[in-house]
């Protein structure tokens, strides 16, 4: 069974730091591309950061560009996001994502709220 569970969303206050860690399982995540992605109320899904299977391609938004940080363990099949200086539009649903050709896979969410 193909999972994918986020944790380590919460509150923050405006300029602290969150990390987001993204547990996968039931494929072989060594072989997949990931990525978060975030929707905020009233928006739509949009991405955040990817980086490809090599461990090396990244791909950030423009709007969190020195700010947040992808990673993955393959070993411990994790994906990370470590996000610094938050801003209260920064606030969402983050989702973690798994894609690889055809197939793509994804968290139920976890909600980041940035708030003074």
């Known amino acids: 069974q193909v999972q994918l569970v986020e944790s380590g969303g919460g509150l923050a206050q405006p300029g602290e730091s969150l990390k987001l860690s993204c547990e996968a399982s039931?494929?072989?995540?060594?072989?997949?591309?990931v990525g978060w992605y975030r929707q905020a109320p009233g928006k739509s899904r949009e991405l955040v950061a990817t980086l490809h299977q090599d461990g090396h391609t990244v791909k950030y938004a423009d709007s969190v560009k020195g700010r947040f940080t992808i990673s993955r363990d393959n070993a411990k099949e994790m994906l990370f996001l470590q996000m610094n200086s938050l801003k209260l539009e920064d606030t969402a649903v983050y989702y973690c994502?798994?894609?690889?050709?055809?197939?793509?896979?994804w968290g139920q969410g976890t909600q980041v709220n940035v708030s003074s």
């Open positions: 039931g494929f072989a995540f060594r072989l997949y591309g």
């Open positions: 994502n798994a894609f690889a050709l055809s197939r793509q896979y």
